[in-house]
């Protein structure tokens, strides 16, 4: 809980810090944006390792392919999301917005095994 409330203030500190440094160096800011990025990571990497860990364990009592797609389309939903804000926070758009749907699209390749798996369940 109390990472949530540093996440709060580093974050406010770095927004008040790139209205007040837009007007002077604006070169700085994507430079705050992408520091203040690799902090938010770095902060949340720990938690998603108990995470991942408890998913695999409820995993090894069950069927792991369905688990082990639902993990990586929950990672490639993080990742894009995450790309694509960046991105956008930067003024490319376009650029955020190709690489959500890059991951829609990738989402949808890795579930194709699932899907069919559930057809041949309910016509059989």
């Known amino acids: 809980m109390s990472e949530i409330f540093s996440l709060c203030g580093i974050g406010l500190c770095a927004v008040f810090t790139i209205s007040v440094i837009r007007e002077i160096y604006s070169g700085y800011v994507r430079l705050i944006v992408l520091a203040f990025s690799v902090f938010c990571i770095a902060l949340i990497i720990p938690n998603l390792q108990n995470a ?3 998913i695999k364990e409820v995993a090894s009592k069950g069927n792991g ?3 082990e797609v ?7 939903t ?3 999301s995450t790309a694509s804000e960046i991105c956008c926070s930067v003024g490319e758009g376009s650029v955020g917005s190709h690489i959500e749907t890059v991951g829609k699209i990738e989402i949808l390749a890795l579930s194709l095994p699932l899907y069919r ?6 016509l059989l």
């Open 70 to 76: 639902l993990l990586k389309a929950l990672g490639i």
């Open 52 to 54: 991942v860990g408890f």
């Open 65 to 67: 392919e369905f688990v």
């Open 117 to 122: 798996d559930l057809l041949e369940m309910t």
């Open 78 to 80: 993080y990742l894009c």
